[in-house]
C-alpha cells in the first residue's frame, strides 16, 4: 500500500480501536441527549399542571361565560368601534343555567334564543356565579326594559321623541329620547 499510494498502513488494532471510541462516544451523545428529553418533558408538565385546576360544575349552577364568545354586538350611541375595538366590553356574560355536562371538559347552557350561539363551552370559558349572599333575597331587582331584536340578531331601538334639531357642520343633528333608556342616554 506504501508503494502504491504513498501512504502508510493503518494497523488493524488502531482502526478498530478508534472506533470503539467513536461508537461509545456517540452512544454516550445519545444517552445524554435521551435524558436531558425526559427532565424536559417533566419540566413542562410540572409547569403546566401548577396553573391547572380540575373544574367541576354542578347543573343546578349557575355560570357566566367570557363575552367574546358570545359576540354580542355593542351598538350603542356614541359607540365608534374604529377607535377602540375593546371599549365599553364586558369580560364576562351571564348568568346561565347549566344544562348538562359533556364529556370532562364541556357543558351545555341554556342561552336564550336571540344570542343564536352553539351552546356547548369549554370549561376555561366560564366561571361560576356566586348567586347572591343571603342578606340581599327577598329585595327587589331591578329589571331592564324588554330589548327587541331584528331578524339578524340586531339590536332594536325605538325613538319615544324628537327633543331637538340643530345643523352642525353642514349636516342635521337630533337630539333622541330612546324608549327603553333613561333620560341620560339621550343621544
Same mark, same amino acid.
Given at each position: 500500500?506504501?508503494?502504491?499510494?504513498?501512504?502508510?498502513?493503518?494497523?488493524?488494532?488502531? #482502526?478498530?480501536?478508534?472506533?470503539?471510541?467513536?461508537?461509545?462516544?456517540?452512544?454516550?451523545?445519545?444517552?445524554?441527549?435521551?435524558? !436531558? @428529553?425526559?427532565?424536559? !418533558?417533566?419540566?413542562?408538565?410540572?409547569?403546566?399542571?401548577? /396553573?391547572?385546576?380540575?373544574?367541576?360544575?354542578?347543573?343546578?349552577?349557575?355560570?357566566?361565560?367570557? #363575552?367574546? =364568545?358570545?359576540?354580542?354586538?355593542?351598538?350603542?350611541?356614541?359607540?365608534?368601534?374604529?377607535?377602540?375595538?375593546?371599549?365599553?366590553?364586558?369580560? =364576562?356574560?351571564?348568568?346561565?343555567?347549566?344544562?348538562k355536562r359533556i364529556g370532562?371538559?364541556?357543558?351545555? @347552557?341554556? =342561552?336564550? #334564543?336571540?344570542?343564536? @350561539?352553539?351552546?356547548?363551552?369549554?370549561?376555561? !370559558?366560564?366561571?361560576?356565579? =356566586?348567586?347572591?349572599?343571603?342578606?340581599?333575597?327577598? +329585595?327587589?331587582?331591578? +329589571?331592564?326594559?324588554?330589548?327587541?331584536? /331584528? /331578524?339578524?340578531?340586531?339590536?332594536?331601538?325605538?325613538? #319615544?321623541?324628537?327633543?331637538?334639531?340643530?345643523?352642525?357642520?353642514?349636516?342635521? !343633528?337630533?337630539?333622541?329620547?330612546?324608549?327603553?333608556?333613561? /333620560?341620560?342616554?339621550?343621544?
Open positions: 500500500m506504501e508503494v502504491d499510494t504513498g501512504r502508510k498502513p493503518v494497523p488493524r488494532l488502531w #482502526a478498530t480501536s478508534d472506533v470503539c471510541i467513536f461508537l461509545e462516544d456517540r452512544q454516550a451523545a445519545i444517552e445524554y441527549a435521551k435524558d !436531558q @428529553l425526559v427532565k424536559a !418533558q417533566e419540566r413542562q408538565k410540572r409547569f403546566y399542571v401548577r /396553573d391547572r385546576t380540575n373544574t367541576t360544575f354542578n347543573i343546578i349552577d349557575f355560570v357566566y361565560v367570557r #363575552a367574546k =364568545l358570545l359576540n354580542k354586538d355593542f351598538r350603542t350611541p356614541y359607540y365608534d368601534i374604529t377607535k377602540d375595538p375593546t371599549k365599553n366590553k364586558l369580560f =364576562l356574560d351571564g348568568s346561565f343555567p347549566i344544562a370532562t371538559n364541556s357543558y351545555k @347552557l341554556v =342561552l336564550p #334564543a336571540t344570542l343564536r @350561539l352553539h351552546d356547548v363551552f369549554n370549561v376555561d !370559558q366560564l366561571k361560576l356565579s =356566586l348567586g347572591y349572599p343571603p342578606e340581599f333575597f327577598g +329585595r327587589p331587582v331591578r +329589571r331592564a326594559a324588554p330589548v327587541l331584536f /331584528d /331578524d339578524q340578531g340586531y339590536r332594536i331601538y325605538v325613538i #319615544a321623541a324628537l327633543l331637538k334639531k340643530r345643523r352642525h357642520r353642514g349636516h342635521i !343633528q337630533y337630539l333622541v329620547k330612546w324608549a327603553d333608556l333613561p /333620560d341620560s342616554e339621550n343621544s
